[in-house]
């Protein structure tokens, strides 16, 4: 490589970091290697990369997909994105995933655990208020989880809590997690969207009246229509740069889309990637690609005929050309699957095992091999599983005649699909939010008792591992489990991955972000309005 | 006049039984919907534990008649119960919403009736020439392109290229009416295609139907004009099945609109009881079918006594 | 001005002068309009609306032509009787003829025309249209000419056989109500109103959720939504009839109640069942193609043209013209069915001019 420093090569690297493929400490060592002197390269950084600094005022209007007008405020019923957009605005959580996908403060200003990681002690923000003027104290943290637990509960993050015996508040600002089993994970757990933190009233907390200590406090709004927020001035974090947001629940993507051309709002949660290519052409308009944890999953019910055969399986497995499905029904926007429920963007993403690829040849051998030639099943979807979910389907069958196999797809009616199709019906397809922490999606879908096994999967080895790099503190030891845990889903599992798929949204060009988009949720982690701003 | 007065008498009463059959049929529906509220609100997130409280919560353990005569027993006096997802009063739900819906019915009806009428008129007149072929060739097409595609050539026409109008109906309770009738523009245009055509044809058709009439024909070989046979002879005589057809289509304005409102973003009563199917809130469900029930029944009552008082022959029967 | 421009006036004049030379009034005056609005249009719009007018002047005049051709056709083909009465066919009833026709055999012979299979992979997403395909790719690649010529028999099939039922149920129901008269009509009555005062598309929404979507549910919901409608008008016209005399004498006769609805109501009311016929064959589709907007409709990888729409609606916003193939398909068919029932309305009303 020749050592040069000229400003090209600067100025290429510069462009590389702001379209978000270089971070800081990346940009910094490839210039100290180029031979570009510390002060200068960190000055470069901070004027072409990270621009300006980001500007207050305006009002940040923004189109979200998927409100439903029976919402409600009730942290433990939180299920669509209108919900979970809104939560990050007007309620605040323990801890935060950063935009480079680390974990950081939010209430919490820090954290330890006991060696065991049997117990958690966290320090509250001294300073944080609710928008009402009612100090947060140890007291609400402790009512506001305690929402998700007891018998009473009818909170969906129940599951997420069950290991917690006790949440103790030791002062006004410290509040202890007891557990009955090691777990290194629950500071990632905190940042689940469920958890946030009301004002607590009498022995529960105070959902109704929409109070909480996020960045943006609630002036007016309906359920499946509209938001408005202005800024909360005692928030207690950095950023929220708007004065107002408003939020407008726009569920059919045309009307998305059109309403973002004609600049009726200033960002989309959610672009129809059919039409993706034509957008990009839009001068006044840029498209945030972000490569996310949320997956694609098509369980098969090990314990039921023909997937009882790990060879049925595995020939399913095979005859799935992922690269196509990638290019048809993500048009691109995705990153492919390898059949064990880990993306590239998550920690302890195992980089050395192989790529699956399609190979109907491969599949038919081991077809005949289990004696299932001619192998028939019946594979159910559903439209609002994700937009192209059936296309999907329908094409795999294609893809899988030339392994011999016949798929049938079963388009099920949306509504009701993941009560009486999901974990009921033998091969369905399902997708799935991004959890934080591998342990968390692992337990939650792939432990042998756990309820939502989508696949009927037992593997004895898998679940000892499981539990294994739970309580284990030691990161190298524990990315070591979560590989061999990865092979076992993958060459023994009962999920079929296609892809983990993009967050793709798209905002007019004055408004602007930093380096990174955390990977959690669309729009930078559904904080975009604390964090971006406008030119 | 009595005859009116105990023909709506009657109807009203048929009509609340109609409505007491239909909260039955709604009632049954939704508790044959597969999977129950607690398992829709809670949705992915659903376990049996917390299913099971939620339905303990809601009063679900309860035999599905008791849950009925519950409500029938509130409903009789007024009281519609609340909502069982929202937990609160169906009427602070519907309210507004039905307003909206009422107010882009209104719109729309005021600009499709006069049109689809003059346009049945003329049409009438000039039959069988080519304005009458391309406006019969127009209005079919129109009824039969989807509403939602439809809306979505208006707005790219009308909003994407030209600007003209917003593409979303966003609306607030501090707007002006006009900038409320410029906002909510296209979704009323896409409403009044879908509708003028069948009251354009049907008033068309009612016309023609009377040409041949003895008492038309007398009327022409005096020398009337065209224009004046039909104004003054054959369209009185017409009004009965026009104001039926308006009538019919007057309800699908009001309960029809689902589309409409999902392409335009517009926060009507239709995609709250698509909402409401979907969490199986019974009550809400309940409310807003009874509601479009209602409208339909007062809607085809108005009809016909409107027929009735435009049609001497029917008032004053031996 | 080029060449264009004034061969254009010139022609459209000149057409106008040989109209009004040959004391066609109507003619004469929808040429001449049509020379009036393309000078104002001419002013506004450039050269390019013009190119527009000219554009769609020559499809009329194509489909004119199709229609005077293939009337001549019939005429010769078919047996005298019919032959007559083709004759005397306009020119709109028998381009409808044609499409109907020319839909009906894509759709019978569906696998031998369509060049691919209707849910094979032949391509890239969205490939413009070459030799192998005439419309180009769908989304997945699929060849969208196949799927259409598929789409013919599907969504048609669905269609017509709602439709179908709806009105034999309705007019039975109907027929029967008018005939028997008197608690049985009033219940009749009754069962319309609660079937009509309930949202058709929530009435379907519900039912196809309890029952499931497959084809059969959903001809029986389609044609139970409709089927009142039908009751309405046909109770309204038998009820007209049921009180002439010809009825009362054949009731004299002794006649049983299948004779005087078979042989005296039923061939006294077709009329009016035939014009709503043609709507109601309209408002169908537009429900199948409502459905399939919630997601609810034809399974996958069925062909249906409501489905085609909806799935590549929002290339609309973009000026591209895919999701238009099979809009016009639906729309073309329904304008189609509504020329001839006009025509077959106008020659039953005997009104004649």
């Known amino acids: ?402 392994a011999g196999i016949k798929i049938n797809v079963v388009r099920e009616p949306s509504d009701g699909y993941y009560s009486d199709v999901w974990l009921k019906k033998p091969f369905t397809a399902v997708s799935w939010g991004a959890r934080p922490t591998p342990d968390v999606m692992f337990s939650l879908a792939y432990k042998d008792d756990a309820a939502w096994n989508e696949s009927h999967w037992q593997n004895a080895e898998f679940n000892k591992l499981l539990l294994q790099a739970k309580a284990e503190l030691d990161q190298k030891k524990r990315a070591e489990m979560y590989h061999d845990m990865c092979m076992l889903m993958r060459d023994d599992g009962g999920t079929i991955i296609p892809f983990f798929n993009n967050f793709v949204y798209a905002r007019r060009k004055n408004v602007m972000h930093g380096e990174n988009l955390a990977a959690s949720w669309s729009c930078d982690g559904a904080r975009a309005p604390s964090r971006w701003w406008f030119a | 006049m009595s005859d009116v007065l105990s023909i709506v008498l009657k109807r009203l009463g048929l009509g609340v039984i109609t409505l007491f059959v239909i909260s039955v049929l709604i009632f049954g529906a939704v508790e044959m919907l597969p999977g129950d509220i607690a398992e829709a609100v809670l949705g992915m997130g659903a376990t049996e534990e917390n299913v099971a409280a939620m339905r303990e919560q809601l009063g679900l353990n309860q035999p599905a008649p008791v849950r009925y005569f519950d409500w029938l027993s509130g409903a009789v006096v007024g009281d519609f119960g609340v909502s069982l997802v929202t937990q609160t009063p169906v009427g602070e739900v519907i309210g507004p919403r039905f307003a909206n819906t009422l107010f882009l019915a209104t719109y729309a009806a005021a600009i499709a009736v006069p049109v689809a009428i003059f346009l049945g008129v003329v049409v009438a007149l000039l039959r069988n020439t080519l304005f009458d072929r391309v406006a019969n060739v127009l209005a079919l097409t129109s009824i039969s392109s989807p509403e939602f595609f439809l809306g979505y050539i208006l707005i790219l026409y009308l909003s994407v290229k030209t600007g003209m109008f917003p593409a979303i109906a966003k609306i607030s309770g501090d707007m002006t009416f006009l900038e409320l009738l410029q906002r909510t523009f296209l979704p009323a245009l896409t409403m009044v295609l879908v509708v003028v055509a069948h009251m354009m044809r049907m008033t068309r058709a009612a016309i023609i139907n009377l040409l041949s009439s003895p008492y038309i024909e007398m009327a022409r070989l005096k020398g009337m004009p065209a224009w004046r046979v039909i104004i003054k002879h054959a369209l009185p005589n017409a009004w009965a099945p026009i104001i039926n057809v308006v009538a019919l289509n007057l309800a699908y304005l009001i309960t029809g609109v689902v589309l409409v409102e999902v392409v335009f973003v517009y926060p009507g009563i239709g995609q709250l009881l698509v909402d409401s199917v979907t969490k199986r809130d019974f009550t809400v469900v309940q409310a807003c079918c009874l509601i479009f029930a209602a409208t339909f029944i007062l809607l085809n009552l108005a009809a016909d006594v409107l027929a009735i008082l435009t049609n001497p022959r029917l008032r004053y029967k031996k | 001005m080029n060449y264009f421009v004034i061969g254009y006036y010139a022609l459209l004049i000149g057409a106008s002068c040989v109209a009004a030379q040959y004391g066609k009034r109507g003619a004469f005056m929808a040429l001449f309009s049509l020379t009036l609005a393309s000078f104002i249009m001419g002013i506004i719009g450039g050269e390019n609306w013009l190119w527009t007018v000219t554009v769609g002047a020559g499809v009329v005049a194509l489909a004119a032509g199709t229609a005077f051709s293939f009337r001549e056709f019939l005429a010769i083909v078919l047996p005298r009787e019919a032959a007559k009465a083709i004759r005397t066919a306009p020119l709109t009833a028998s381009f409808g003829l044609f499409v109907i026709g020319t839909y009906a055999i894509a759709g019978i012979f569906a696998p031998i025309i369509a060049p691919h299979g209707e849910a094979e992979v032949i391509a890239q997403a969205f490939e413009p249209a070459n030799e192998e395909m005439l419309l180009g790719a769908d989304q997945l690649g699929r060849d969208m000419f196949s799927r259409l010529i598929y789409g013919a028999r599907n969504t048609v099939g669905l269609a017509l056989t709602a439709t179908i039922a709806a009105f034999v149920m309705g007019a039975f129901a109907g027929m029967l109500a008018a005939t028997i008269g008197g608690w049985f009509d009033n219940f009749m009555g009754r069962v319309a109103d609660v079937i009509m005062s309930i949202p058709s598309l929530i009435f379907a929404l519900l039912m196809l959720s309890i029952f499931g979507t497959n084809l059969t549910v959903l001809v029986i919901i389609v044609a139970i939504i409709y089927s009142p409608r039908v009751f309405r008008l046909t109770r309204a016209v038998a009820g007209n009839i049921v009180v002439m005399d010809y009825i009362e004498a054949a009731k004299l006769r002794g006649e049983g109640l299948w004779y005087l609805i078979r042989r005296e109501i039923l061939p006294n009311s077709t009329a009016p069942l035939i014009a709503e016929f043609g709507l109601e064959f309209c408002f169908v589709f537009l429900l199948v193609a409502g459905l399939s907007f919630l997601g609810l409709g034809i399974q996958p990888p069925t062909a249906d043209w409501g489905s085609m729409v909806r799935e590549n609606a929002t290339l609309i916003s973009f000026g591209e013209i895919t999701p238009l193939i099979p809009a016009g398909a639906i729309a073309l068919l329904t304008v189609s069915v509504n020329f001839v029932v006009d025509w077959m309305l106008y020659r039953s009303s005997g009104l004649k001019e």
């Open chain 1, 1 to 402: 490589m020749p050592q040069k420093s000229d400003p090209e090569l600067l100025v290429k690297m510069a462009e590389e970091a702001r379209k978000g493929r270089l971070s800081r400490r990346d940009f910094m060592n490839f210039a100290l290697a180029a031979g570009i002197g510390t002060s200068m390269a960190s000055g470069f950084w901070t004027t072409k990369v990270a621009m300006a600094a980001p500007k207050k005022g305006g009002t940040f209007r923004w189109g979200i997909h998927d409100g439903n007008t029976s919402d409600t405020h009730d942290p433990g019923t939180y299920v669509t994105r209108q919900m979970i957009f809104l939560a990050h605005q007007y309620r605040s959580y323990l801890t935060m995933i950063n935009p480079d996908n680390s974990l950081g403060p939010d209430l919490a200003t820090s954290w330890e655990a006991t060696p065991d990681a049997k117990q958690w002690t966290f320090k509250l923000h001294k300073d944080a208020v609710f928008h009402s003027g009612k100090k947060v104290t140890a007291k609400d943290v402790v009512a506001s989880m305690n929402h998700h637990r007891g018998e009473k509960s009818t909170s969906a993050a129940k599951s997420l809590l069950t290991s917690v015996t006790d949440i103790i508040a030791d002062d006004d600002h410290t509040v202890t997690f007891k557990l009955n089993g090691g777990n290194a994970d629950l500071p990632w757990l905190m940042t689940d969207y469920h958890l946030a933190v009301c004002p607590a009233d009498g022995d529960g907390i105070d959902w109704k009246s929409g109070d909480g200590c996020g960045p943006y406090k609630i002036d007016s709004g309906e359920f499946g229509v509209s938001w408005s927020l202005s800024r909360h001035d005692g928030w207690h974090g950095e950023g929220a740069y708007f004065d107002k947001v408003e939020m407008t629940i726009l569920n059919d993507p045309n009307a998305r889309q059109t309403a973002l051309v004609t600049g009726d709002v200033d960002c989309v949660s959610l672009v129809d990637l059919k039409t993706l290519a034509l957008l990009k052409r839009n001068p006044n308009i840029a498209v945030d690609n972000v490569p996310s944890g949320a997956a694609i999953t098509m369980p098969m019910f090990c314990d039921t005929a023909p997937f009882d055969d790990v060879n049925v399986r595995q020939a399913l497995k095979l005859s799935i050309d992922r690269q196509e499905i990638i290019d048809k029904i993500a048009f691109g926007a995705a990153t492919m699957g390898n059949d064990f429920h880990l993306a590239p963007v998550q920690p302890y993403f195992p980089e050395e095992i192989p790529q699956r690829e399609y190979d109907p040849d491969k599949a038919k051998s081991l077809l005949k091999k289990a004696g299932a030639e001619g192998l028939s099943v019946s594979l159910s979807t559903a439209d609002s599983v994700f937009s192209g979910a059936v296309d999907m389907c329908v094409l795999y069958a294609e893809q899988a005649k030339k």
